[in-house]
């Protein structure tokens, strides 16, 4: 897991598999990170493999503490194969789902300007 | 279920004893047993996926005390489908009977657990459950798909 901070959002990329033996690390370091700022979080799933329920409850979790105070959680990069469980759990409809990174950032900076 | 219609193609067998030391091992064998037998990705996705909340539901809620909590998970490959059976010794548990409601309807509140058996119950094709001698044994089809599927992003 790799994060990386830019102005208008927090980003975590997360390679290989997100599953009950991978999340506690993930969401430590997303508290961690709610704890200390209120900004976007986007999560880049580019190299990701493979995600369960228990990957997805950290996206929710994060939804609940950002969503009272206008913030967004974005996920980016999701495979094909991978996409298809965010629209039968209606997830797809919580989070904004962009293509890329810059393309989140991107939304973050107009959401920002919108304000 | 489609059990008897097609030829078995390969099978699969794995016991999970105690089974919370042996899920990864699990997944990982089914992962490999799709790449063996060329599993489109989103199939063996969709498999793993299926295998992985129900097993982790018993582990999580089935385990009694003082009974040996084991489960068991055979995979049928019989070419256009999969047959999938988990038997386990644990609490009777229906997951047939588990709401298809999304984790988040539309206009809803957005709903932190359950998403796991929501997932499986629309993943699956079909699902059968019965309990018998102490044991939850549950029996699902999952039809091999094409990889048609292509994302529609944020425009």
Known sequence: ?115 | MQKEKHPITARFEFTLSPPEENQAALLAAIEQFGHVHALPEAYRYRLGLIVDELVTNSIVHGACKGIDHTIKVDILNQGKVLIIEIIDTGRPFDPTTHSLSQPCPEGAPIVLGGAGLCLVRRLANQMHYTRSKDHNHLVISLNKVPEENTYTWLK
Not at chain 1, 82 to 102: A, H, K, P, T
């Open chain 1, 1 to 115: 897991m790799v994060k990386i901070e830019y102005p208008q959002a927090t980003v975590f990329q997360i390679s290989g598999r997100l599953d009950g033996s991978s999340t506690p690390q993930l969401e430590k370091s997303v508290m961690n990170s709610l704890e200390g700022n209120n900004k976007n979080i986007i999560f880049d799933f580019s190299e990701l493999q493979y995600i369960n329920s228990a990957g997805l409850r950290i996206l929710v979790m994060s939804y609940q503490r950002l969503q009272p105070l206008g913030r967004q959680v974005m996920v980016c990069g999701v495979r094909d194969y991978i996409s298809e469980i965010f629209d039968i759990s209606g997830y797809n409809r919580v989070f904004l789902m962009c293509r890329d990174v810059s393309q989140a950032l991107h939304t973050c900076t107009v959401m920002k300007d919108e304000l």
